[in-house]
């Protein structure tokens, strides 16, 4: 059983403000050795508005399950919000969840500087069954502002965790609001809510696992690291992996892919394959991981953390 505890599907542009469409375009073109024209009519090509290319990828790369998350991005620059509200954008998102719901689970998403961001986390959880709400500090404001910590009550209340983005983003994102450190206070004040620190702060991994070690109620995934390994960095991946698991215990380190849904995303793929067929050069090394710790990782934790029906 895989399960990726955090995708997103791109069910159209409308969801997005047209500058991240277009930042997301340069961003993901060097990476697929495309051109940012490539990319824009590859990414074109893949909007999914119902999810079954979603669930055609899962199939071909062998995950059972998925959580899909909501991001707002229209509070980014002033002025250019979605093309779509919010609230229709977490319900487009609630059909496709609705449309294959043995396949997909919901993080509802919205911007807590958003007057409704409280009756948008209600209904999604209430009446949509979302599992989790996903926030996007980088959009410019601290996990530790105030103006944030009536959605975290709103989670404790509901019994559902928090998403976050976490380690530096390209711009006009602003790394500054989600270095690890930032997380420490929310995980202090909200003793009882689940902090679920997506990327385990990626760049930032070593802060990010330090202030998770000193604190319970933190938990990470491994989405977005396969760059480590396309950069010839194989290797390192694996022992910050292993570091990772040994410092927070094997039950708050889960998988994830973040992928961003493109028909025959060779990166979902690669993925797959990265962490599901360890290299014999790397066992070798010494770097190795027991068949309990791979169950912890792919399925148990996200089980317990997304309270998920434990006899998936
Ligand atoms: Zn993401």
Redesign the pocket.
Known sequence: MIIDS?V?VWGNKDWLPDWSWNMLNSLQASRFGKTIDEMAIYREKSLDPDGDSMVRNMHRVGVDKAMI?V?DYGLVIEGEDNRLSIEEINHQHYEIVKRHPDKFYLAVGVDPRRPNALEIIETGVKEWGAKALKLYPAAGWYPNDMIVYPLYEKCVELGIPVNF?TGPMASPFRSKYTHPIHFDDVAVDFPELTLYC?HAGHGSFMEMIAVARSKANIVCDL?GWLSWIRSGESLSFYKAWRYMMNMLGSNRLMFAS?TTNLIDDIEYAAWIKAVTSIPEEIKKAGITFSDSEMEDFFSKTSKRVLNLDENL
């Open positions: 955090h997103h998350c991001v983005h997506t989405s973040d």
